[in-house]
């Protein structure tokens, strides 16, 4: 019994034994292909059977307020040819035509047998058939095996289509996301552009909102049949998923910057500025609604425009204000209590304060019955110096940060200035301290100019400044910049001071030039120098012109600014432009027009 | 031996149970049944019937990719189409294609608003009329997509900018126009509301 039962034992320990180890040595073997070498081995397998495709994450649209498509993106196609290819197929119909002998391939031979395939395509693409011919010639002079030479870049679909349809076997197609903005120049400056090749954007909204636009481009890969390339089910391996950019939504209404933008380019040929910008912002809301900058960029042809015109002077170009700085210190003086609309003083044509400065009008006058109202009426240093010494300079100052000045605007625009506020009114000489009551010894920008109308109009409440609606991802989620005002003067301060823009627009020299029918509207006019990058003044003057309508009730504050205009230097070369960009906002909005009429405020004593 | 089980069970249990350790092994060939004929059709036949599912599945799949595959061809193709279109139409909506047409038929924008108070009859505003810039509007605010693209003056009669037959948009425009100016609304019996609530 004991020697039966025991070599069974024996047997089947012996193959337990083998099979423990055979066992043992393929999962050590599983282990090593599934988990050690897993990673690599797929990869090599991948790469083996099948090639990465590039899935491409289209960048976002830029719409306006009304959802009109200003930037979008579209697929064109790079043309590319072999030569290499081009030259085997001559040389393979050459062989079947001799087979016993080994063949080759002169170059007249070459172009006498492409030229045919060569003068089709060449006019699809822009070229002459020739041309396509002496493409591929060089390239092979240059090198025998060259294998991809571009014909045309950033064709479109009709162009592809019709390349396609020759089904020449040396041309291919690359796709080639492009960008084409539909209303051309039409809020070109704000837009911004990217750069024709690669994509990177370069100026603009293109550039300061890349986050949200930019797409990020996928990458799959997929077994594919031999004989057709049809994907194999189940085979798709996504290495990284393609994410399309967010919908940008700006609060520019495209049909009223398209007027405005003709409407200023009109003016700017006919006085022959060098450039112009008009502001036109929401009251209530602090939005804008259209910026025009001529000149303008067409985005879709950047290099037609000046490199320097290619941005928004709006936010750029930081400019002395002038006059129509008056209503700010105005708004301030009034703020502190200091003065009323109709307090009166004596200006003289020259003004000598104690502290040594010494303050001209524009032209001699003699002295002068003012109130307040009329020092903004006869747009007057010297009054304007007597009333705003009656606050202090740090006052004036701290209002003037209230207003937005001396740094960006909520918008943060490439490039945006600050504006210099002089330094601090510790820094300021005593000629400063009395200039910067009447716009000179600082700069602000345009917009900033249109934000402080904004606060006068909307009972001295601040708004931030909006360009940008919110961004909308693919996803659907919608970013929105905030919407708190801040308030800055009195709400009497305020509307006093409004009263008495109306006063200027209705009294002041302009008044037949600017006039709206059956609106009250109150406006100021400026006349200023320009620093230059080197920080001397350029020639000329920017003579502006800021207000809003209807002021019983301010809905909408324009502010238009030209630059040099030579052959008419002064605001009146900007009251028309403001005149009729007024008109069309409060005729597009259907504003209801003004009952009464302004209310009067004596101007002289 | 004993003292194992006497942990759980009583001892005297299992005592009898003793002498079974004992009995012979049973002879071979006694406790197999016999395999049946039927079993081994059933088993061959179950895997048969697997083995022509997952065919039929696995061609049905194969089908379906050759199906997605010309959808997909089929959309690349519509897709792009859509593009084109699309730009086309982008294209004639720009402003300043519309305004070149406009100037083209010879209208002026009016920059002079006069409004018209239905309430009382009130006009605000001096009524006059256009008087537009004889310049060109097109270099103002240019775009490069619409050069080429043909105003709606210098198309044949009918035909819209992609070349199709539009049922003489332009014609019926121009007939139209001196029959509306013949015909003015009534007036006298107050002023003309429409009747909407």
Request: negative net charge; proline residues 7%; charged residues 20%.
């Amino acid at each position: 019994m004991n020697r039966t039962s025991r070599h069974p034992m024996r047997r089947i320990l012996a193959s337990a034994v083998v099979l423990v180890v055979l066992v043992g040595v393929f999962v050590v073997k599983l282990v090593d292909i599934q988990v050690v070498r897993a990673q690599a081995l797929n990869a090599k397998s991948q790469d083996a059977r099948s090639q990465p495709v590039k899935v491409w994450g289209a960048r976002g649209d830029i719409v306006d307020a009304n959802g009109t498509v200003l930037a979008d993106s579209v697929m064109r196609y790079d043309i590319v040819i072999s030569p290499k290819q081009a030259e085997l197929a001559v040389l393979e119909r050459k062989q079947a035509k001799h087979p016993k002998q080994k063949v080759e391939v002169t170059t007249e031979e070459l172009v006498a047998e492409i030229a045919p395939a060569a003068a089709e395509l060449g006019p699809v693409v822009g070229l002459t058939g020739d041309q396509v011919v002496g493409v591929i010639t060089s390239k092979l002079a240059e090198d025998p095996d060259s294998d991809y030479a571009f014909l045309a870049k950033q064709v479109d679909t009709t162009a592809y289509e019709a390349v396609k349809a020759l089904d020449i076997a040396w041309v291919y197609a690359e796709k080639h996301p492009s960008r084409t903005y539909p209303n051309g120049a039409v809020g070109g400056n704000l837009l911004g552009f990217l750069q024709a090749d690669d994509g990177t954007p370069l100026a603009g909204l293109e550039l300061a909102e890349d986050q949200c636009l930019a797409g990020t481009d996928g990458e799959v890969s997929y077994l594919h049949s031999a004989a057709d390339w049809v994907p194999i089910p189940g085979s798709e391996v996504v290495h990284k998923q393609a994410k399309d950019g967010g919908t940008l939504k700006l609060t520019i209404d495209a049909d009223l910057q398209y007027y405005v933008q003709r409407v200023a380019e009109e003016q700017r040929r006919a006085v022959g500025a060098d450039w112009a910008t008009v502001t036109v912002m929401e009251v209530k809301t602090g939005r804008l609604l259209a910026i025009a900058d001529v000149p303008t960029v067409d985005p879709n042809d950047p290099s037609a425009t000046d490199a320097e015109d290619r941005g928004s002077r709006a936010f750029t170009a930081p400019f002395e204000p002038g006059s129509t700085f008056k209503a700010l210190t105005a708004a301030s003086v009034l703020d502190a209590g200091k003065a009323t609309p109709v307090d009166q003083i004596i200006a003289p044509y020259r003004y000598l304060p104690p502290n040594g400065a010494n303050i001209n009008d524009s032209s001699y006058h003699d002295d002068e019955r003012l109130t307040l109202t009329g020092v903004l009426v006869d747009s007057s240093n010297t009054g304007m110096s007597m009333f705003g010494e009656r606050i202090s300079d740090r006052q004036r100052y701290d209002d003037m940060l209230d207003f937005g000045l001396g740094e960006q605007t909520e918008v943060g625009f490439p490039e945006e200035a600050a504006g210099d506020l002089h330094g601090d009114p510790d820094d300021w000489d005593n000629q400063t301290k009395y200039a910067t009551m009447f716009g000179q010894g600082l700069t602000t920008t345009a917009v900033q100019i249109a934000s402080v109308y904004q606060t006068l109009a909307n009972g001295g409440v601040r708004m931030p400044v909006t360009l940008v609606d919110g961004c909308t991802t693919a996803d659907g989620e919608t970013t929105s910049p905030p919407a708190q005002g801040t308030r800055v003067v009195s709400e009497q301060a305020a509307d006093d001071t409004s009263a008495m823009l109306e006063r200027v627009y209705a009294e002041g020299w302009l008044a037949d030039q600017w006039e709206i029918p059956g609106y009250r509207v109150a406006a100021k006019t400026g006349t200023a120098q320009v620093a230059g990058p080197d920080g001397q003044y350029l020639p000329g003057y920017l003579v502006s012109v800021s207000g809003f309508a209807p002021a019983d009730d301010p809905e909408f504050v324009v502010s238009v600014s030209f630059q040099n205009a030579v052959k008419m230097n002064s605001s009146a070369a900007s009251a028309p432009v403001f005149q009729e960009v007024m008109s069309q906002v409060l005729k597009k909005y259907r504003t209801v027009p003004s009952g009464a009429p302004a209310p009067d405020l004596p101007a002289i004593w | 031996m004993s003292a194992v089980p006497a942990q759980s069970l009583p001892a005297p249990r299992r005592a009898p149970e003793r002498p079974r350790w004992l009995r012979p092994a049973p002879e071979p060939g006694n406790g197999r049944a016999k395999p049946r004929l039927a079993y081994a059709i059933i088993a061959v036949a179950g895997v048969a019937v697997i083995v022509v599912a997952q065919l039929l599945l696995s061609i049905a799949i194969t089908q379906g990719a050759y199906d997605i595959d010309h959808a997909t061809m089929q959309q690349t193709t519509l897709d792009r189409q859509e593009q084109q279109l699309r730009e086309d139409l982008d294209r004639v909506e720009s402003p300043q294609y519309l305004a070149a047409n406009a100037e083209a038929l010879g209208m002026v924008p009016n920059s002079n608003p006069v409004l018209l108070r239905l309430s009382d009859g009130t006009v605000s505003g001096d009524p006059s009329a256009a008087t537009g810039g004889a310049a060109a509007s097109a270099p103002l605010v240019p775009n490069a997509l619409i050069d080429g693209v043909p105003l709606v003056t210098e198309q044949p009669a009918g035909e819209t900018p992609k070349g199709e037959t539009a049922a003489g948009a332009v014609d019926e425009a121009g007939a139209e126009a001196p029959v509306e100016a013949q015909a003015p609304p009534p007036a006298g019996d107050g002023l003309p509301t429409p009747a909407t609530h």
